[in-house]
């Protein structure tokens, strides 16, 4: 009997109209459309303006689009899971209002959060219900609406982030292809260089608070920069060995995008030329949770059935991994 994988089958995705330029950010903040490419790679972001609206409409507008173009019932779909940092509501699950207001009402949902690593962890988590034999349709979603954390004065942190969301659809697989190997790691010691206290149960909100900078993400670039650097390339090549994989084998690094010399610096380690190299990060910033899904959507039509892919992340936490898959379809 052949074993089971998941394998990705659609993918959608939605990001907001409002473009936040570096031109724009010029007026807000000490810097420059020059350094801000030059460091970081990104021209422009995405931001979700409308009050009351928040990482649901994101994700729920992400799955229209993936449902509108594969003609799919969402009342077939067996679990909805949110991968993101930014959940609507402390105590609420987010996954839960999104599946209802799409219409997956067969299915049961929850959210996952291991900040930038987020997606990348909810694919391990899929695999692992599809292999399973459970669960047939599994739709995975990242988004983020990462200006409700950011700080606008700071310089730091308020060029690199925005907001967005993907969609997709796992389904069981008996060819050998999709998700193969996974290598995800951890290191609680690196969550003061990257984080928000807001609302933390250690850091609870007291009445009368009055909203200071420990509401925002914090970031000590340099750690992160060099911690990132390292542990993406660390797991991308490790997954290569497991799977006795060469330079040569790989037809696409899907790196999480959040800062271009940290995804070049991951493809010189594996050896990749940058034709193999998925690339948004200077239409959307770092939309942590949003950055894989939305790779796949932008790069789908690119993507040949059997084509071998390294997905890698690095989010706050710290977390970070890598997964290797083959594409399931041709578009």
Not at 30 to 35: F, K
Not at 41 to 60: A, D, N, P, Q, V
Not at 175 to 192: A, F, I, S
Request: aromatic content about 10%.
């Amino acid at each position: 009997m052949a074993k089971v994988t998941a394998v990705i089958t659609g993918v959608g995705k939605y990001v907001p109209d409002y473009i936040l330029t570096n031109k724009e950010l010029e007026t807000m903040v000490d810097t420059n459309d020059e350094w801000i490419v030059s460091r970081t790679g990104i021209r422009e972001r995405r931001i979700l303006k409308e009050e009351g609206k928040g990482t649901s409409f994101l994700c729920i507008e992400a799955a229209k689009d993936l449902f509108s173009k594969k003609k799919t019932d969402p009342k077939t779909i067996d679990l909805v899971i949110v991968s993101t940092a930014t959940r609507d509501m402390i105590a609420a699950s987010t996954a839960a209002y999104v599946a209802s207001e799409i219409g997956a009402t067969n299915a049961f949902s929850f959210d996952i959060d291991s900040a930038c690593s987020s997606f990348l962890y909810g694919m391990s988590v899929v695999s692992a219900f599809i292999e399973s034999g459970k669960y047939k349709k599994i739709l995975l979603i990242g988004g983020d609406k990462n200006s409700s954390m950011i700080n606008y004065n700071d310089r730091n942190t308020c060029i690199i982030f925005g907001d967005g969301a993907g969609a997709v659809l796992f389904e069981p697989n008996e060819e050998g292809l999709g998700v193969q190997d996974e290598y995800l790691r951890t290191d609680g010691t690196g969550r003061e260089f990257l984080r928000s206290l807001k609302s933390g149960s250690s850091y609870p909100p007291k009445l009368g608070d009055i909203i200071n900078e420990d509401n925002f993400v914090k970031q000590e670039g340099s750690t992160v920069f060099k911690r990132a650097v390292s542990e993406m390339a660390n797991v991308s090549e490790e997954i290569l060995k497991r799977n006795d994989l060469k330079k040569e084998d790989i037809n696409w690094l899907a790196a999480h995008q959040a800062n271009k010399r940290i995804i070049d610096a991951t493809a010189k380690r594996v050896g990749l030329d940058d034709s193999k190299v998925m690339m948004n990060i200077e239409k959307y910033g770092n939309t942590t949770s949003a950055t894989l899904p939305l790779l796949i959507a932008d790069y789908e039509k690119q993507l040949k059935k059997g084509d071998k892919i390294i997905f890698a992340a690095f989010g706050g936490g710290f977390s970070w991994g890598a997964i290797y898959m083959k594409w399931a379809y041709n578009s």
